[in-house]
């Protein structure tokens, strides 16, 4: 067994283990041997991922997207690791300032859905923001959405009984 393999083992039990950083360890370790192994930078970029290490991971998917470029799973990988950076970044920035910067927010999860259709959160997020802007049928529309893709979704269930109730009493 060549020594990156042995270390991608060790990465493997690592995560077995539910010890992350050691898996991290081994993944980098066999990178130093093998850099233009894109299947390498691949699990990297997942098991950052998975210890929620968003921009690390989104570097390492991009890479394994360039040293295999084309490849479906990869490209894949890279924009659904996008799409969630940039849904984090419009709930904080929605958070801290509001129906102020609602353009943006919306710009922003319109973003994530071009990269990942299947981004709960975008859907149910733009629900929240157009329900706060009073833009009920629109908020129904996203809230809908979201619950097409995660039926028991609590907060999307809960916004979308109150949006529904503000659109009868704008009847």
Do not use: C
């Not at 295999?68 to 894949?76: F, R, V």
């Not at 706060?132 to 893709?149: P, T």
């Amino acid at each position: 067994m060549t020594t990156a393999k042995k270390y991608i083992k060790d990465a493997y039990m690592a995560i077995f283990s539910n010890d992350f950083n050691r898996a991290i360890y081994g993944f980098v370790k066999a990178i130093e041997i093998e850099p233009d192994n894109a299947s390498y930078h691949y699990k990297l970029s997942v098991t950052y991922a998975r210890n929620g290490k968003l921009g690390d991971a989104i570097q390492s998917a991009q890479i394994a997207n360039q040293l295999q470029p084309n490849h479906p799973i990869y490209e894949l990988h890279v924009k659904t690791l996008q799409a969630a950076s940039i849904v984090g970044r419009a709930i904080d920035l929605y958070t801290r300032e509001g129906t102020s910067q609602s353009d943006l927010v919306i710009k922003f999860l319109n973003q994530a859905i071009t990269l990942n259709p299947l981004h709960i959160e975008a859907y149910y997020w733009l629900g929240v923001v157009y329900y706060e802007l009073l833009h009920y049928s629109q908020s129904d529309y996203y809230l809908r959405e979201a619950l097409k893709l995660n039926p028991s979704h609590r907060g999307a269930n809960d916004l979308l009984l109150k949006t529904s109730r503000k659109m009868k009493q704008w009847q």
